[in-house]
């Protein structure tokens, strides 16, 4: 099994995640007491999301590419940032090491394509939503993304933000992005990408009448695939 590197803590609570999936996939494919192999490092979330609030995107890409240099001398082949946001700094990963990243918006749009869909709801961070790093990824491979309003975007990155990464999870907040993925649908999304980690532990393929595109057991699937191929 391929040794994978894994930037987490973007938050705790989706980097658990991305843990508990590798794992379960890795014994599901080989079965018996098998689990990933994979090394971990995990920054304190409130030092990066410092720096995205105040828009110093450059220092949190520093932070992250040197973590990426530690885990490839470490010993890691390939990395995996366990985060969508932040995949707004995969370019000064990419350029600190010699190993690949596995990009979380290409692995989600070739998902996309193969379900035949061309339009799709896309819900995430503010930074996400409405920067062009994910959307313009997307739109490369042929996806076309709609966004909530101004301001279901940032009732949509309040909960994400004050709940869900702090391991909150309330029936009334996921009676909000219920409402707001309908809307999305009824804007014309075909599908709908949960383009944050911690969407997840809100909602599901059950809360929406559109095929759900979920983003961390997308790039897991890539990652199992490439570690065992």
């Not at 959307?135 to 301001?151: D, Q």
């Not at 999305?184 to 997840?200: I, K, Q, Y």
């Amino acid at each position: 099994m391929n040794l994978l590197g894994v930037i987490g803590g973007m938050s705790w609570t989706s980097t658990a995640e991305y843990y508990r999936l590798l794992n379960e996939g890795a014994a599901n494919r080989l079965g018996g007491l098998h689990s990933a192999r994979i090394l971990l490092h995990s920054v304190d979330f409130a030092e990066v999301e410092t720096m995205q609030r105040e828009g110093r995107w450059d220092q949190a890409g520093a932070l992250l590419a040197d973590a990426a240099r530690g885990l490839e001398r470490a010993g890691a082949r390939a990395l995996l940032l366990a985060t969508n946001t932040m995949h707004k700094v995969a370019p000064a990963i990419e350029e600190a090491v010699e190993i690949p990243l596995l990009h979380i918006a290409d692995v989600t749009a070739r998902a996309i394509r193969a379900a035949g869909l061309t339009r799709v709801g896309l819900l995430g961070t503010a930074f996400t939503m409405q920067q062009d790093f994910y959307s313009g990824r997307l739109a490369a491979h042929g996806t076309g993304t709609l966004i909530p309003g101004e301001a279901e975007r940032a009732e949509v990155h309040r909960i994400i933000y004050d709940e869900l990464c702090r391991n909150v999870v309330r029936p009334a907040s996921r009676d909000v992005y219920r409402a707001v993925m309908q809307g999305l649908v009824e804007r014309g999304a075909e599908g709908m990408v949960l383009g944050c980690t911690e969407v997840t532990l809100l909602v599901s393929p059950a809360d929406v009448a559109v095929p759900v595109f979920d983003t961390t057991a997308l790039h897991v699937e890539a990652a199992l695939d490439w570690m065992l191929g």
